[in-house]
T-cell receptor
């Protein structure tokens, strides 16, 4: 199946710093990618829809200035957590649709675990 | 809000069939049922999807009731590697252009040796 890769797999940062997470579709072009956040023992929560060449669409309650999303190419979307605080510590997961397939399935990255000290 | 309800947890003996139920009583006519699973600290993995007919692939079978208000994912011979959280998701047709998934709480399946 299609492959989506995230980098870094895990990151530890100090409070107040910004962290960038990359999401790449390795063998297909993705006009739309999705970013999720998952706290321990909880389900995935959709944060935003990332659209190539245009502004991301954020879900209600997600601060767009806090979680900057850039989808500058058909194979890369980035999520930047700005001025991170301990409460931003979470597992961040991206997903993408392979436009070559008409099955509606999404392909998910391996996730990026952020720990803010 | 998620349109599905699932039991929070289930146990299954290794080698036996695991039957995971999902209730989606408000499903509309053009909505599909998708199943994904998430092994600890990994991204979700697609398993199977269907509209109204039963479906089978190399991983699992999906049984959808005639009224489409519920479905069951069947892992025919569960192994320890099938221990994961299983999510049932209802979403529009693959050709609708809408790909946003809303995850419910899922079922935590533990396969016991």
């Amino acid at each position: 199946g299609a492959v989506v890769s995230q980098h870094p797999s895990w990151v530890i940062c100090k409070s107040g710093t910004s962290v960038k997470i990359e999401c790449r579709s390795l063998d297909f072009q993705a006009t739309t990618m999705f970013w999720y956040r998952q706290f321990p023992k909880q389900s995935l929560m959709l944060m935003a829809t990332s659209n190539e060449g245009s502004k991301a669409t954020y879900e209600q309650g997600v601060e767009k200035d806090k979680f900057l999303i850039n989808h500058a190419s058909l194979t890369l979307s980035t999520l930047t957590v700005t001025s991170a605080h301990p409460e931003d510590s979470s597992f961040y997961i991206c997903s993408a649709r392979d436009g070559r397939r008409n099955t509606g399935e999404l392909f998910f990255g391996e996730g990026s675990r952020l720990t803010v000290l | 809000d998620a349109k599905t309800t699932q039991p929070p947890s289930m146990d299954c003996a290794e080698g036996r069939a695991a039957n995971l139920p999902c209730n989606h009583s408000t499903i509309s006519g053009n909505e599909y049922v998708y199943w994904y699973r998430q092994i600890h600290s990994q991204g979700p993995q697609y398993i199977i999807h269907g509209l109204k007919n039963n479906e089978t692939n190399e991983m699992a079978s999906l049984i959808i009731t005639e009224d489409r208000k519920s479905s069951t994912l069947i892992l025919p011979h569960a192994t320890l590697r099938d221990t994961a959280v299983y999510y049932c998701i209802v979403r529009p047709s693959p050709t609708s252009g809408t790909y946003k998934y809303i995850f419910g709480t899922g079922t935590r399946l533990k396969v016991l040796a």
